[in-house]
């Protein structure tokens, strides 16, 4: 194998197929990537078993083709090493990848490409669904949500997203138990009520190749166990959690007789100028609702205290219930600027957290015990 690049070309995809790659791992070969040339087709595959990542590039000539391994990591460095815009030149020599750039030269060791695993193809299995989206609106779908996924909780189901496919709509769901994100995309989805869990280490890596073009689009595939998703330039594919994920539904709050709106970035403001002072550990904060009128506190081990006033349309019962402040935060940051609507039943009962824009996700918080 034989073949030049321009630094710039190679360097991206290289970078999204090594953040696939565990930096530890058992087996050698899941260290390195594997390298195939067909004349002026590049491709870059990394994996760690469970998610898989295919990066194309088309060379501007055609080189030697073959096919083998490099250590993904040290191979990612040297790009980074060199001077933007260097020409690159790889020619394989035997257990040996040998790398020219200028007056540098990198001769790195090799392993066999016949030992390097490769995700079983979906021809094996049945198809479940296949539908279209674009990028952008599949990355909003993931930003608005994933914060909310457990993270190594031994309710291994928490431990990603849910993706629910209905007739003309993808829904995604996270939550760890103490809070739950849910937004909702359009889809040219024909199937009904299919529901797969995707693992958190597959939706961030996932996220990291969609672009916000609005006019490109992906294709998804699902099988009972797989997902894989096309894109111009990538394939990307992932094995799915065997579980099944809680009924979310159950604990959104359908009512509640304590509703107000506050505008989002005054709220967020407030919170931080309160979290200062607010417990290291346990991050409390307490919101006392009052006829229009928000009083936002909080106190630590030191005996230090904060508080803050904001006015507000509520003419309801006075209530004062705490919540974690980083999560009220990461539902804020997840919102569109304008106004929030909040709805509250008890200070023991989880709050609803939601905007009036289209396409704005819905949001469940637990509150705390004061």
């Not at 087996?27 to 469970?50: A, C, H, Q, V």
């Not at 394989?92 to 390097?116: E, I, M, V, W």
């Not at 630590?300 to 219930?321: C, R, T």
Request: glycine content about 4%; some cysteine.
């Amino acid at each position: 194998m034989q073949f030049t690049i321009n630094r710039e070309i190679l360097l991206k995809p290289l970078q999204l197929v090594t953040a696939v790659i565990e930096r530890r791992q058992t087996l050698p070969i899941l260290s390195n990537l594997l390298i195939r040339l067909n004349d002026r087709n590049l491709s870059l595959l990394g994996t760690d078993m469970e998610v898989e990542l295919a990066g194309r590039i088309t060379l501007e000539k055609p080189g030697q083709s073959g096919t083998t391994t490099a250590p993904a990591r040290k191979l990612m460095d040297i790009c980074r090493s060199l001077p933007e815009e260097s020409e690159l030149k790889f020619q394989q020599k035997g257990d040996k990848l040998y790398l020219q750039s200028g007056r540098c030269r990198f001769n790195l060791s090799t392993l066999p490409a016949t030992d390097f695993p490769i995700s079983e193809a979906l021809d094996n299995h049945p198809e479940q669904a296949k539908f279209v989206l674009s990028p952008k609106g599949l990355r909003s779908l993931i930003e608005s949500t994933n914060f909310a996924m457990a993270h190594q909780d031994v309710r291994y189901f928490l431990n990603g997203m849910l993706w629910e496919l209905d007739r003309g709509s993808l829904r995604a769901v996270a939550t760890d138990g103490h809070r739950l994100a849910l937004n909702v995309k359009e889809a040219n989805i024909t199937v009904d009520n299919n529901q797969i869990i995707v693992p958190r280490k597959a939706i961030y890596e996932l996220s990291r190749l969609l672009s916000d073009e609005e006019n490109d689009s992906l294709t998804i595939f699902l099988t009972k166990n797989q997902l894989k998703v096309a894109m111009q330039d990538y394939t990307f594919t992932s094995k799915l959690i065997d579980g099944t994920f809680p009924d979310y539904d159950r604990v959104i709050p359908k009512s509640g007789d304590k509703i107000f709106e506050i505008d989002r970035d005054l709220f967020k403001a407030s919170l931080l100028r309160v979290s200062v002072l607010s417990n290291d550990k346990h991050k409390s904060v307490c919101l006392e609702l009052r006829r229009n009128l928000l009083r936002i506190f909080a106190n630590n081990l030191e005996q230090e205290d904060a508080e803050d006033y904001l006015d507000i349309a509520y003419h309801g019962k006075d209530i004062s219930i705490a919540f974690n402040i980083n999560y009220l935060i990461d539902v804020l940051n997840s919102l569109p600027a304008g106004p929030v609507k909040i709805t509250l039943t008890s200070a023991e009962a989880s709050v609803r957290l939601e905007s009036k824009e289209k396409d704005a996700g819905l949001y469940v918080i637990m509150p705390m015990r004061i």
